[in-house]
Structure formats: structure tokens, C-alpha cells
């Protein structure tokens, strides 16, 4: 058999750039395995002794609450935040490429443009209108704007917008000469048809929602109610000396999730992004 010697030095490119990228997981994994003062104090990769006890002290590192609480709590930010952000962008999306209604060019070119806005300058004024509805230390700040299209929004509802606008319109001339109207051709035709935009809509938004740290820092307050991010940041406010051995143990089982979620669903979620891109 005739070897490809082109081939086979890219597949070693490939392969050297995966490490390389990867590296900081693999520090990650050997540090949750060592001794606290040898993570810093040593610079050999392997631990001198395997320290798995890293793991269940990390887990159980503080004594009301394991981290079982605080991942439960990020699943249900998560899975809310998620239904609430498909919900809003679908029908947003569908709206903007499929209707004609007052003012939409001009409706449309507001929404792009608040992409450039950044979400720092929101802080004071969201902070002060959670406050005055009595949602400040619960959820429905982190939960509640999904369903508006809030956080990040305008780009999924762009994607979402290229990705319907991709669509035949006679499926929907069709379904009008079926008898249905636009919510029936939005349930019947469109929405089966966006399930890659989706996808990639609702991996986003789980990647973001799960990592986010400073709207769950604003607005949870209950030690109770604290999800991986805020649990991850009490490991920093001991008084004692840090364990950085469970510390790194639980930062690498909060990444875990994300991960399987990106292995599993990396086909579908390519090609959300290729016909987003295409299509238009």
C-alpha cells in the first residue's frame, strides 16, 4: 500500500495542534490528582502520588451543600434558559423572514444593532428593574429575559432568520391551500424544518448559560440556590488555605457536561452553522 506522505503529515499536524489545544484540560486532570502544595511547587506533569480523594472532598467540600446541589441548580438555569431562548428566537426569526408587518425594516436594523451593544452597559438598569419585581436571589433573571430574546438574542435570531429565509416559500403556499395559518405554518412547516439551527441555537446558549458567572453572581445570593460557577468561586473564599486539588477536580466535572453535550451532537451542530451560512 502506497503511503501518503502528505497525509500523513497533516494528520500529525492535526494531531500535535489537538494537544497543544487541549493541554490546559490535561494540566487540569493531573492537577485534581495531586497534593496541594505539589500542583504549584513542581513542575512534572504526573503527580507523585494520585490523590482520587481529591474528588470526593471536592465534592463534598462544604457542609450544607455538596456540588450535586449546584449542578442540579445549573441543569434547571440551563434547561430553562434554553426552551426560553428557542421559544423566542424561533417565532422571532420567523417573524422577520416570513411576515410583513409596520416598521419591520426598521424593528430589524434596531435588533442587529444591539449586537454591538455591549451587555455591561445593562447591568445597573436590569439590576434595578429585577429588583423592584422582587426576583433579585432567584432564577427569574437569569431565566425570564430568554423568553424575550434577551442575552445574545439578536445573533440568534439572525442565524435563525438566514436559516428560514433558506426555506422554499412554496411549502408555505402550500400549507395556506391546506387551510393553515401562520401560527400553523410555523408549528407544521417551519419549526421541523429548523432542527439544525436549533441545535446549534440551543448549544450556544447552553455553553453560555452554564458558564456564566456574573449575572448568577448579581442576582443569587442564597448559598442554596448557588450553581457550579458560584460554587467553584466558594472554593476561593475559605479562609483556610485553598484546596486547589478539589478545586481543579471540580472545575474539570463542570466542563464535563459541556463537553459530552459537544461530542454528541457536534454533526448536528455543523450543519446548523453550514446551511445558516449558505442559505440566505
Same mark, same amino acid.
Given at each position: ?10 494528520? +500529525? ?17 493531573? !492537577? ?50 434554553? *426552551?426560553?431562548?428557542?421559544? !423566542?428566537?424561533? %417565532?422571532?426569526?420567523? #417573524?422577520? #423572514? ?12 434596531? &435588533? ?20 423592584? +419585581? ?8 437569569? *431565566?425570564?429575559? @430568554?423568553?424575550? #430574546? ?9 442565524? %435563525? ?5 433558506? +426555506?422554499?416559500?412554496?411549502? $408555505?403556499?402550500? @400549507?395556506?391551500? $391546506? ?21 446549534? *441555537? #440551543?448549544? /450556544?446558549?447552553? *455553553?453560555? !448559560?452554564?458558564? $456564566? ?22 472554593? &476561593? ?10 478545586? /481543579?477536580? %471540580?472545575? &474539570? ?8 453535550? /459537544? /461530542? ?17
Amino acid at each position: 500500500m502506497k503511503i501518503n506522505k502528505r497525509m500523513i503529515t497533516r494528520y +500529525l499536524f492535526l494531531t500535535i495542534f489537538m494537544i497543544v489545544l487541549i493541554y490546559p484540560v490535561i494540566w487540569m486532570f493531573f !492537577s485534581s490528582l495531586k497534593q496541594p502544595q505539589e500542583i504549584f511547587g513542581t513542575t512534572s506533569l504526573l503527580p507523585s502520588e494520585w490523590m482520587w480523594n481529591n474528588y470526593a472532598d471536592g465534592w463534598n467540600a462544604f457542609s450544607r451543600y455538596s456540588f450535586g446541589v449546584f449542578f442540579f441548580n445549573s441543569f434547571k438555569v440551563v434547561a430553562f434558559t434554553v *426552551i426560553g431562548t428557542i421559544i !423566542s428566537t424561533t %417565532m422571532a426569526g420567523y #417573524a422577520f #423572514a416570513r411576515l410583513n408587518f409596520p416598521f419591520k425594516n426598521i424593528l430589524f436594523s434596531i &435588533l442587529m444593532g444591539t449586537i454591538m451593544l455591549p451587555q455591561q452597559i445593562l447591568i445597573i438598569q436590569r439590576y434595578s428593574l429585577f429588583s423592584r +419585581l422582587g426576583w433579585v436571589n432567584s432564577y427569574l433573571p437569569l *431565566i425570564i429575559p @430568554a423568553f424575550a #430574546a434577551q442575552f445574545s438574542g439578536a445573533f440568534f435570531i439572525f442565524l %435563525m432568520i438566514q436559516f428560514v429565509r433558506g +426555506l422554499p416559500k412554496e411549502l $408555505d403556499e402550500a @400549507a395556506i391551500i $391546506d387551510g393553515c395559518g401562520h401560527f400553523g405554518i410555523f408549528y407544521y412547516i417551519i419549526l421541523p424544518n429548523l432542527k439544525p439551527a436549533i441545535f446549534s *441555537i #440551543a448549544l /450556544f446558549t447552553t *455553553i453560555w !448559560s452554564w458558564n $456564566d458567572f456574573m449575572n448568577q453572581l448579581l442576582y443569587i445570593n442564597d448559598v442554596g440556590k448557588f450553581t457550579i460557577s458560584l460554587g467553584l468561586r466558594m472554593f &476561593l473564599d475559605n479562609v483556610a488555605a485553598v484546596n486547589w486539588g478539589a478545586f /481543579f477536580a %471540580m472545575s &474539570l466535572l463542570s466542563i464535563l457536561p459541556i463537553m459530552i453535550l /459537544f /461530542f454528541i451532537g457536534q454533526r448536528f451542530f455543523i450543519e446548523g452553522i453550514a446551511t445558516t451560512g449558505i442559505k440566505g
